[in-house]
């Protein structure tokens, strides 16, 4: 079968544009090396300008349209969504590696998002306060943040763009998205949905190239606000420019996730999300499982189980049926991933699962599971792939400490069924999102979303009712009738 690469652009102001003033770089497909999947041009930080400037020029408009007709366009994204999932789901699959089913679930995720953010913004977002003055009241309302930055990671390379794209619109941003260098394709698929859909010239914009054209865009002072998605290194440096020239920011970075095992744990149910939440998604999850906390004298037999559990993934290409576990994205990936899993081995690390499926190929690599201490690197950092490692403590209250002894905050689970346990746990475990008898991956799009910690620091949630924070501001008016003349 011959299929027609796609070529890359970026969408600036409405139009298409080649321009490569870095070149031109190549999308690979993980699974399939002999198969890259298109070509992409390179911009820099005059690309990036441009589109800044196209979103200056088009936000006005956009905000004098209204909720109603803003409205109206996302819902047409919201189908297309649905109608395009598997076409999008492809390309996620060629240029991420996850298996076709987990991009699908991403396509139809972003059409339930752009639903729910364009009915959500016909709900009142206004309060009213009395005052001490007769005939006076206080109305707090909303007005757009203005021109935005949105800065994107390969991992989600749907839906994590849409949760922030479609509040922004919604409420009437303008957006100059920077998506990341392993998933161009995918992004200029989504960009062409959104002009499909009606959204108009200069709205969104699209850059495609290295992380500095992201650079250029958070340092530039017509950029009111930047919500990121990515590593802690460059979070950090996003915040620090955007906070300097009293810009708003928001950071969604790293996890190092744990879940507490119990010894009165359902273990089918324990056992199926801690593999799911370590190895899922090839363990590159910000959310993902890096340590299970097995409580007492049940570790014998959920490490044994756990064990089944990695040996039992199928491992292979995305596109495949019956594949469970895609490859990493890319050969540097793998790299990393291997490097942490020799320290971990030179630290003493004990290996008891290593899945017998995986195919070779620059970017496969199997599950594997270890058991160890807090003496361990990969206890501690985050190694985004499918390794994570059996932790065991003797009581609760080691429990609780171990599962919040991190930099990281972003979600946790828990396995029990006593009460007390449970309350706890909502209330102690020092994460942004907190499962029981859940895996610490999976959210659903209408709840608040986000990190403690390293893994947010202070930012506004993301999705649900809480994404409006970010992206508006609220503004306080005093307003009473004048006598008439
Ligand atoms: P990354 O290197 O930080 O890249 C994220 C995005 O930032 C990419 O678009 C990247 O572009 C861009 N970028 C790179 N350098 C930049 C700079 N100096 N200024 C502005 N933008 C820059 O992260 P990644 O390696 O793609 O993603 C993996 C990380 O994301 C993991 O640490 C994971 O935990 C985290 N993550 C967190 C969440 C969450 O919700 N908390 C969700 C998913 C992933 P290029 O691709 O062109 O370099
Ligand atoms: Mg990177």
């Known amino acids: 079968m011959t299929r027609t690469a796609p070529q890359g652009a970026h969408l600036i102001g409405g139009d298409w544009s080649t321009d490569a003033p870095g070149g031109t770089a190549v999308s690979q497909n993980p699974a399939r090396p002999d198969e890259p999947v298109g070509e992409y041009p390179l911009g820099d930080s005059g690309t990036a300008s441009d589109a800044v400037g196209a979103a200056v020029e088009a936000q006005a408009s956009w905000r004098i349209l209204g909720f109603g007709g803003r409205a109206r366009i996302m819902e047409r994204a919201a189908v ?45 977002t206004e309060r009213i306060f009395p005052t001490n003055n007769p005939g006076e009241t206080i109305r707090t309302v909303r007005a757009p943040l203005g021109v935005v930055g949105i800065v994107t990671p390969w991992n989600f390379p749907i839906l994590i763009p849409v949760w922030k794209i479609a509040p922004a619109l919604a409420f009437g941003n303008a957006v100059i998205w920077k998506p990341a260098s392993n998933t161009p394709l995918t992004s200029v698929a989504i960009a062409r949905l959104l002009g499909d859909a009606g959204v108009p010239a200069g709205v969104l914009n699209l850059i495609l190239g290295p992380g500095s054209m992201g650079g250029a865009v958070v340092a530039d002072e017509r950029v009111d606000g930047v919500s990121f998605t990515g590593s802690v290194g460059v979070g950090r440096q996003i915040r620090d420019v955007v906070t300097a020239r009293n810009g708003r920011v928001q950071l969604e970075l790293g996890g190092h996730n744990p879940c507490i095992v119990f010894g009165d744990a359902d273990l089918d ?13 090839t363990g590159q999850k910000c959310t993902a499982t890096r340590r299970i906390i097995a409580v007492g004298d049940i570790h014998d037999e959920l490490v044994d189980r756990l064990v089944a559990g990695v040996q039992n993934l199928v491992v292979g290409d995305g596109q495949a049926a019956g594949v469970g576990i895609g490859p990493l994205v890319s050969p540097g990936a793998r790299a990393e991933v291997s490097e942490a899993v020799a320290q971990a081995r030179s630290e003493g690390a004990e ?135």
């Open 80 to 124: 297309l969504f649905d109608e395009r999932a598997d076409e999008l789901a492809l390309m996620c699959t060629m240029e991420e590696g996850k298996t076709l089913a987990e991009s699908r679930g991403e396509a139809v995720l972003a059409a339930e998002t752009f639903r729910y953010q364009a009915g959500l913004a016909k709900t009142s």
């Open 269 to 281: 149910m324990a056992v199926a999300a801690a593999v799911g939440g370590a190895m899922g998604s």
């Open 351 to 485: 290996t008891v699962a290593v899945n017998g499926t995986t195919p070779d190929g620059p970017c496969f690599y199997p599950p594997t599971l270890f058991v160890g201490g807090t003496d361990l690197t990969i206890t501690r950092e985050e190694v985004f792939g499918p390794v994570s490692t059996v932790m065991r403590v003797d009581t609760e209250d080691e429990a609780f400490a171990l599962a919040n002894d991190t930099e990281f905050g972003l979600s946790a689970s828990v396995f029990t069924n006593d009460m007390w346990k449970i309350d706890r746990a909502v209330h102690e475990l020092q994460a942004g999102l907190i499962k029981v008898n859940g895996p610490t991956t999976g959210s659903e799009i209408h709840a608040p979303f986000g990190g403690e910690k390293n893994s947010s620091g202070h930012a506004a949630r993301e999705q649900g009712d809480t994404a409006q924070e970010f992206f508006t501001r609220t503004r306080t008016a005093y307003v009473k009738p004048g006598r008439p003349r």
